[in-house]
């Protein structure tokens, strides 16, 4: 498997950003789909956005048109962006990769906290 490595998270009030990233080692190219998700306490984790190697995206309802996922081929990173965060966005972020359809890579997960 290819570690993944988050970075980005941290406190912010309402209505700001915030920009993800998601570092990942050696065979970034064989990725079918990268993505995010996110966890809140008492939930179960859910999809946030993904890509596909095609450069196809899909965001959550929740966060269409605030949110938007791209990446950097160069540089082995996909990122998360972030704007009119909201307090509901809080959660811990989790970067994701697969070479087939179904995420099997995951990062170890990065804080966000939303301030009303």
């Known amino acids: 498997q290819v570690p993944l490595v988050e970075s980005g998270g941290g406190l912010v009030q309402a209505g700001g950003p915030l920009r993800l990233s998601c570092a990942a080692s050696?065979?970034?190219?064989?990725?079918?789909?990268m993505g995010w998700y996110r966890q809140a306490p008492g939930k179960e984790r859910a999809m946030v956005a993904r890509?596909?190697?095609?450069?196809?995206?899909s965001y959550a309802d929740s966060v269409r048109g605030r949110f938007t996922i791209s990446r950097d081929g160069a540089k082995n990173t996909w990122y998360l962006q972030m704007n009119s965060l909201k307090p509901e966005d809080t959660a811990v972020y989790y970067c994701?990769?697969?070479?087939?359809?179904?995420?099997?890579?995951w990062g170890q997960g990065t804080q966000v906290t939303v301030s009303s």
């Open positions: 050696g065979r970034f190219s064989n990725f079918n789909f």
């Open positions: 994701a990769a697969t070479t087939g359809a179904i995420f099997d890579v």
């Open positions: 890509l596909s190697r095609g450069g196809e995206t």
